[in-house]
């Protein structure tokens, strides 16, 4: 149920579903887009980090656009282009209430949360997370917002959601209550378009939302 939006002989793009996590852990046994990658692609396996094709990642619960590379050549050019920020990364997400502001910039430093080891924090002993977001359409009780990753963090744009008070619809790790409207291993939060540029060539992906989606935003 992977769902390949680009390919080409150095990468590809594909949508990832929600409740599929982008690489092993030490205590997963489910298959992964890594595993997804190798099996396809033939990719060599290389290390015990099992990051093969995997440059950039979303959370288990997340679901959308990721880019894989499939040429080992190319793994430092994405690499880097990933940490220069020069990968433009926007992501939608339906939140519970409404942000105080249209628009805005979130930035508020991020790290691991004392009280629960699975979930990030706004501490200002953590590495700087700037989010930018903006609301594209409120209904009653909730707010359908588009963001822009600046950094990208650990669960930056759940945390920082959170931390307004707007958590993610269905993302009871970060406040928010179970929505029946949404798959269980599933939260509001999708990467919806990815532009980048590679060999001097220009590339832009979008994809639609979810159907849970439109169904909370009465779409």
Do not use: W
């Not at 706004?122 to 009780?141: Q, S, Y």
């Amino acid at each position: 149920n992977i769902e390949i939006v680009f390919e080409s002989n150095q990468f590809l793009v594909l949508n990832k579903p929600y409740g599929m996590l982008s690489h092993p852990t030490s205590h997963s046994k489910e298959i992964t887009v890594r595993d997804f990658l190798i099996n396809e692609y033939n990719l060599k396996t290389k290390d015990n980090n099992q990051r093969e094709g995997i440059v950039h990642r979303l959370d288990r619960v997340t679901s959308g656009l990721m880019v894989c590379v499939l040429d080992e050549n190319i793994f430092t050019y994405f690499q880097s282009q990933f940490k220069n920020r020069l990968i433009n990364k926007k992501y939608r997400a339906i939140v519970e209430g409404h942000p105080l502001t249209k628009s805005g910039e979130i930035n508020l430093p991020l790290a691991k949360s004392k009280k629960n080891r699975k979930k990030r924090e706004v501490n200002k002993t953590g590495r700087e997370a700037i989010t930018k977001f903006e609301i594209v359409k409120k209904t009653e009780k909730h707010a359908l917002l588009q963001l822009d990753l600046v950094t990208g963090r650990n669960h930056q744009i759940r945390a920082h959601l959170e931390h307004l008070k707007t958590p993610i619809v269905n993302d009871q790790l970060y406040g928010a209550k179970i929505h029946t409207n949404v798959p269980e291993n599933a939260i509001c939060l999708q990467s919806y378009y990815l532009s980048f540029t590679v060999n001097d060539k220009d590339y832009e992906f979008e994809i639609d939302m979810p159907e849970y989606f439109s169904s909370i935003m009465n779409m």
